[in-house]
Nanobody
Framework: VQLVESGGGLVPPGGSLRLSCVASGFTFWRYVMSWYRQTPGQERELVASIGTPGVQENYANFVKGRFIISRDNGKNTVYLQMNSLKSEDTAVYYC???????WGQGTQVTVSS
């Protein structure tokens, strides 16, 4: 299993970014995929998850209405569209296969003017 995130960077408050996670080594469409984030000294926290077709997305309260998770099963890719970014969204964002031990390497998102 391999998960490779991309799309992080520096963005001013109120800006947008789209993260991507390309998966390989497993039957992608069968698995729930999730985005987590972590700041120094803190536990990783769930941001959003998306299931197999027909299963509703799930969002943490602190991103509801601002972030959108989606997936393209043909491309084995899960996305996180992040809008109206705040300084407190600054973190390393990780992709995870369901609730398994498979994680990506992370991509840094920094929200700052």
């Amino acid at each position: 299993v391999q998960l490779v995130e991309s799309g992080g960077g520096l963005v001013p408050p109120g800006g947008s970014l789209r993260l991507s996670c390309v998966a390989s080594g497993f039957t992608f469409w069968r698995y729930v995929m999730s985005w987590y984030r972590q700041t120094p000294g803190q536990e990783r926290e769930l941001v959003a998850s998306i299931g197999t077709p027909g299963v509703q997305e799930n969002y943490a309260n602190f991103v509801k209405g601002r972030f959108i998770i989606s997936r393209d099963n043909g491309k084995n890719t899960v996305y996180l569209q992040m809008n109206s970014l705040k300084s407190e969204d600054t973190a390393v964002y990780y992709c995870r296969q369901g609730t398994s031990d498979y994680w990506g390497q992370g991509t840094q998102v920094t929200v700052s003017s």
